[in-house]
């Protein structure tokens, strides 16, 4: 199997655009709920509610739109807002969520970077 380059990756949050995008991951998750009886057995499950989180890498720059809109909503508590997640495939992901973590490292000899969480609210559209 041939594997997919991540290059050209795109991440906008709001109606900003991230330039400095290092990694990028979506975590889509779904839960279960037991339904085990205690007279069946083995456990048995039902689906539960999905969701998800978005976790980002980037250079940090405050005079990156993308990046300041996330420092900014994650110190305001602002609402959450649209996010586009595009791979170099074309696929997308899209959807809302808010900023929960917004983490700004440096290190010797290093450029600046953060790392950003994202809690996703909603559906996610994947196309």
Do not use: H, K
């Amino acid at each position: 199997m041939a594997g997919l380059s991540s290059a050209n990756c795109t991440f906008s949050y709001g109606a900003s655009a991230v330039s400095g995008l290092v990694s990028a991951s979506v975590s889509l998750e779904q839960s279960t709920i037991d339904i085990t009886n205690i007279s069946t057995g083995p456990r048995a499950y039902i689906l539960g509610q999905r969701g998800g989180t978005i976790s980002l890498d980037v250079f940090y720059d405050q005079g990156d739109a993308g990046v300041a809109a996330m420092e900014t909503a994650c110190n305001s508590g602002s609402a959450a807002s649209a996010f586009t997640l595009v791979l170099s495939t074309g696929m997308q992901y899209a959807g809302s969520a808010y900023v929960t973590a917004f983490t700004p490292t440096a290190a010797t000899n290093e450029a600046m970077r953060c790392s950003i969480t994202l809690q996703i609210t909603g559906a996610v559209t994947i196309t």
